[in-house]
């Protein structure tokens, strides 16, 4: 059995979070997801709140100090990440962008990220793939397929809607396969990327 290091980055600002209860719930998918591979699994949590000063810190004087640096050995050293910010003006916070601002070029090349984000309305969904995932691809980081939104109805009754649980086991699935070694599922081939094949021959679905 091989024990994998698990990151879990969340950038909620209150106590309790919405933000740290999703990225909970995807590390407890995650964890699981590994166990089934074979594998066990330590966590490391960074609440990026209790950084805040530290950020502002490193960005005016360009170096981390002794707590900040822990907290970014923990996220470059893991073998998976898990990400979570929450949405303020239609994007990711300023203080999730600001520790990755803060990481050394080419910290996170290859790393295996499971990105999610919360808000208060359902709206803000696109949020992921508009400004999330584009950050992560530029730091060359390899972001799982699905990525994982929830919006406060979706924790209503104290429960997890039904979508969303499924969609965490999901990208769950997703970043343990990664983390494990085993690349995620290719979709089927795109008949219409092969120059090769005539418009008349798609039509009848050679």
């Given at each position: 059995?091989?024990?994998?290091?698990?990151?879990?980055?969340?950038?909620?600002?209150?106590?309790?979070?919405?933000?740290?209860?999703?990225?909970?719930?995807?590390?407890?998918?995650?964890?699981?997801?590994?166990?089934?591979?074979?594998?066990?699994?330590?966590?490391?949590?960074?609440?990026?709140?209790?950084?805040?000063?530290?950020?502002?810190?490193?960005?005016?004087?360009?170096?981390?100090?002794?707590?900040?640096?822990?907290?970014?050995?923990?996220?470059?050293?893991?073998?998976?990440?898990?990400?979570?910010?929450?949405?303020?003006?239609?994007?990711?916070?300023?203080?999730?962008?600001?520790?990755?601002?803060?990481?050394?070029?080419?910290?996170?090349?290859?790393?295996?990220?499971?990105?999610?984000?919360?808000?208060?309305?359902?709206?803000?969904?696109?949020?992921?793939?508009?400004?999330?995932?584009?950050?992560?691809?530029?730091?060359?980081?390899?972001?799982?397929?699905?990525?994982?939104?929830?919006?406060?109805?979706?924790?209503?009754?104290?429960?997890?809607?039904?979508t969303l649980a499924a969609r965490i086991e999901r990208a769950a699935g997703e970043l343990a396969g990664l983390i494990a070694?085993?690349?995620?599922?290719?979709?089927?081939?795109?008949?219409?990327?092969?120059?090769?094949?005539?418009?008349?021959?798609?039509?009848?679905?050679?």
């Open positions: 059995m091989t024990t994998r290091t698990l990151a879990v980055l969340s950038a909620g600002l209150s106590v309790p979070s919405s933000t740290r209860l999703l990225a909970d719930r995807l590390t407890t998918a995650t964890v699981a997801a590994l166990r089934a591979r074979g594998d066990d699994a330590t966590v490391e949590v960074v609440e990026l709140r209790e950084h805040a000063h530290d950020l502002a810190d490193a960005l005016v004087t360009g170096f981390p100090n002794a707590a900040l640096t822990t907290a970014i050995d923990t996220v470059v050293g893991a073998d998976g990440l898990i990400a979570v910010t929450p949405v303020f003006s239609a994007s990711y916070s300023g203080l999730f962008k600001t520790f990755f601002d803060v990481l050394e070029p080419g910290a996170l090349t290859g790393k295996p990220v499971l990105a999610g984000a919360t808000a208060g309305s359902p709206r803000h969904s696109l949020v992921l793939e508009h400004a999330v995932r584009p950050l992560l691809s530029y730091l060359r980081a390899v972001t799982v397929p699905t990525a994982v939104f929830a919006a406060a109805d979706d924790w209503a009754g104290g429960g997890v809607d039904q070694g085993q690349p995620v599922a290719s979709r089927p081939a795109d008949p219409f990327a092969d120059p090769t094949t005539s418009f008349e021959d798609l039509l009848r679905g050679q």
